[in-house]
């Protein structure tokens, strides 16, 4: 049996991977609806960084200091945030094999220069846990 009260889902055996999905599926909505900004070329990637943890992140992340992240929801949370980097980043050109390649992740993670959602998820615990 699952309720959703304050934007959370709560489910009978306490699981949170029900609310982790949906707010994957709802980060996922608000990047296609923004969609034509962050393709926007006229805009500096660190404006667009900036939107992206703006709206994106905030919305995934939101009630995120009650989460409890095992490693398969660490891997999902991950697995979101490069499939959004690559999709603003685009490919990158290789001049010794005269291709297009897509970006590994060390050299993704390179250009943003931010922490990933996992470890912000875990600052806000931190954060969060000095309050209670």
């Known amino acids: 049996m ?3 009260c304050v934007g ?3 489910n009978s055996d306490n699981s949170h991977q029900i609310d982790l999905l949906e707010r994957i599926k709802n980060a996922n909505k608000t990047y296609f609806m923004q969609q ?4 926007n070329k006229n805009i500096s990637k660190k404006l ?7 709206i994106i ?7 995120s200091e009650t989460w409890i992240l ?17 999709r603003i980043l685009g490919s ?6 005269e291709n297009w390649r897509i970006l590994i992740n060390k050299e993704m993670y390179a250009m943003v220069k931010t922490p990933t ?16």
């Open 2 to 4: 699952n309720f959703k």
């Open 8 to 10: 959370v889902i709560f």
């Open 36 to 39: 034509k900004c962050f393709r």
């Open 48 to 54: 667009i960084f900036r939107l992206k943890n703006t």
């Open 57 to 63: 992140d905030k919305t995934l992340t939101y009630a």
């Open 70 to 86: 095992p490693k398969r929801d660490r891997k999902q949370i991950n697995v979101f945030e490069r499939k959004v980097y690559r």
């Open 92 to 97: 990158a050109y290789d001049n010794e094999k």
């Open 117 to 132: 959602i996992t470890e912000t998820v875990s600052l806000n615990r931190l954060h969060w846990c000095g309050h209670v």
